[in-house]
């Protein structure tokens, strides 16, 4: 047997060489980046939130909104005019008394109305009503079918009494016409602040504010 041949008769193996080639680089672990970035977040939020209560906290805010002053004297006076009336307004009230809500009211099955609102010291209400001839229909309408409560004299004149069986409201009804007109008192004050301001209601042509233009005169 020839050194060439192995021993099964082929060709003797050689050896392989190791093959050359580029070294092996172990690539990082991939970073988590998902962790990091919800964290991020998280706290990007936590600051914007805490800027804006930090804004809002110091940024002045009115405690109600203010209501724009109605001019009494002026639509009383159209009113007067058109309808030939001589409406009340209240004269000499108080600071914090401020006329909200002036206005001639039209419903269906009621004579129209002359109607001048008013906000009043403690967050009440206090308006004024009228028309011509005002029936008990009328009046039960103004006073949202109060209930009698008795009676009270203002400036010699008797009003009678009448409480809302919810108690939200008080009126009083003058037993005499004010200006040739049917007059209702209603407010959600006490008893007291609703004779105060039926105390200073006076015809517009009697009033003060009847210098700024003409009026109907009053019939009484």
Partial sequence: MSESESPAGGPSARPQAP???????????????????AR?????????????????????????????TADVAGIAREIGLSKHWDPAVAVGLPKGWQAVNVRLVSVDQQPDTWQAGYDAPGGSYARVVQTDNGATSWVQAQTGQSKPAGSVTVDGVRWSKLQRTDGGERSLVRSQDLGGLSTVVTGT??????????????????SQLAKAGPTAPATS
């Fill in 19 to 37: 093959a050359v080639g580029r070294p092996t680089v172990e690539q990082p672990a991939p970073r988590r980046r998902g962790l990091g970035s």
């Fill in 40 to 68: 991020s977040m998280v706290i990007s939020m936590v600051l914007v939130v805490l800027a804006v209560l930090v804004w809002w906290a110091w940024v002045p805010r009115a405690s109600n909104t203010a209501q724009p």
């Fill in 189 to 206: 004050g006490g008893w007291d602040q609703l004779q105060a301001f039926a105390k200073s209601l006076k015809p517009l042509s009697k």
